[in-house]
Every structure is written in C-alpha cells, then in structure tokens.
C-alpha cells in the first residue's frame, strides 16, 4: 500500500520486556515522527527523524525508549523494561519535506503491558 | 509555546443537525492549524489545514473551519451530520519552524444520534 504501516498492530508484553515497535514510512518521505496516545487523549509528541537524523528527541519520557531510523526509511522504537505506564498506543507519521507541513499517519501499535 | 483547548470532551448530535467542534489555540508566532479525524482502531486522518492562506478552510467529508486571530479559534463544522462521522476528532497546532513537532488537543468524541 501506499500509506504509512506499523507492526506489530498490537502487543502485550511482560513487565520488565524489551519490545521493538516498526514503522514503515511513505517512499520518499523525508521526515517521521513517533507519537504515544495514551488511552482518552490526544497523541503526544515523543521524537523526529529528518532522514536518518534524529533532530528531536525532546518528548522520549526516559532513557527506556530508543529510537532509529538508520537508512533514512524504515524506523524502530524500541522500549526496554518495559512499565505499566507505557501501555498506549504509538503512532507513527510521515512527511514529504524536512518542513513536514502535513503529515501522514499510521494506524498505530497498540502496546498492554502487564 | 504552543497548545491547544478543545471545548467539550463529548458531542452529541441528532443526524442532520449542524455539528460544531470548538478548538482554541495558543501560539507565540503564526501557526498551522490542523483537524484530524481518528476512527477506532485506526491512526489519525487529515480533515483539513490552515496555512495562513483563506482563513476559511474546506476539507474533506464536508467538514470546514474558521480561523479567527482575534479569538485564537478554529472551530470545526459542518452543516448535516452523517451517521459516518461518528468518531473522535483532534485540533492540533505545529509552528512554522521546520519539521515542529505538532501539538494535539485532548480530543472530543462526536456521537450521532439517529
């Protein structure tokens, strides 16, 4: 398909597991951005690739999440020791330009940790 | 710094009514205004955007705002509701710096009433 895709669409995990959350942006697409939705509210803002740059890493809440984007395409969020508080849903979007007027988002991975 | 205020946590209408969404703003310099539409289980679609062109925006599915600077408000409508447009929607703001990160209200669930 021609959108943006994420994978796994849905995961559970143990308190205290490691887990790697894929995105796979628009072809061409410059920028992408990690977003977490926790359950009732709007997403929030976690970090930003331009290519395969981090330039924003400003909303991560801990040094658990670890993002990359190393060929400048596909990017992982990876989680580790994983906590109750990080059960949400992490969303990914994508842009055309480094000034990402709009961007295109993915359905998500919703994440229960237990 | 930038936020966002959506009025309302739940709508309700009747099918065919006019539906009125309300999102305020807060923003230091001229920012781009977005709706989004978000079904369950599904990422966020674009409804519309204001980029400092016409301050009254048509987006998709009948949907269009208003951009007022001197009520800092873009406020989502439409005339007739449609049983489809039962979901949650989402006003965000980004600034007009490169690659901003963008901001998201809370939220407010529209509901259809047959």
């Known amino acids: 398909g021609a959108g943006v895709s994420q994978s796994p669409r849905y995961k559970v995990a143990k308190r205290g597991q490691d887990v790697a959350l894929r995105c796979d942006p628009i072809?061409?697409?410059?920028?992408l951005f990690w977003y977490q939705q926790a359950l009732g509210q709007g997403p929030e803002f976690l970090t930003y690739?331009?290519?395969?740059?981090?330039?924003?890493k400003s909303g991560l809440p801990s040094d658990r999440f670890f993002a990359e984007r190393p060929e400048g395409s596909v990017s992982t969020l990876k989680i580790q020791r994983t906590q109750q508080e990080d059960s949400a849903v992490y969303l990914c979007?994508?842009?055309?330009?480094?000034?990402?007027?709009?961007?295109?988002f993915g359905p998500g991975t919703r994440l229960l940790v237990l | 710094a930038q936020s966002v205020t959506q009025l309302g946590s739940h709508v309700s209408v009747s099918e065919g009514a006019l539906v009125l969404l309300r999102c305020n703003y807060s923003?230091?310099?001229?920012?781009?205004l977005f709706w989004y539409v978000q079904y369950p289980n599904q990422g966020l679609q674009l409804l519309l955007k204001?980029?400092?062109?016409?301050?009254l925006v048509k987006g998709i599915n009948g949907f269009e705002a208003e951009f007022k600077k001197s009520e800092t408000s873009f406020h989502l409508t439409k005339p007739s509701a449609h049983m489809s447009d039962a979901a949650e929607y989402f006003c965000?703001?980004?600034?007009?710096?490169?690659?901003?990160?963008?901001?998201f209200g809370s939220g407010t669930r529209l509901s259809i009433r047959p």
């Open positions: 979007a994508s842009s055309f330009s480094e000034v990402g007027e709009t961007q295109y």
């Open positions: 072809s061409g697409h410059v920028s």
């Open positions: 690739f331009q290519n395969e740059a981090q330039l924003d």
């Open positions: 923003s230091s310099v001229p920012p781009y």
């Open positions: 204001y980029t400092s062109a016409a301050t």
């Open positions: 965000a703001v980004r600034g007009y710096s490169s690659a901003s990160k963008i901001i």
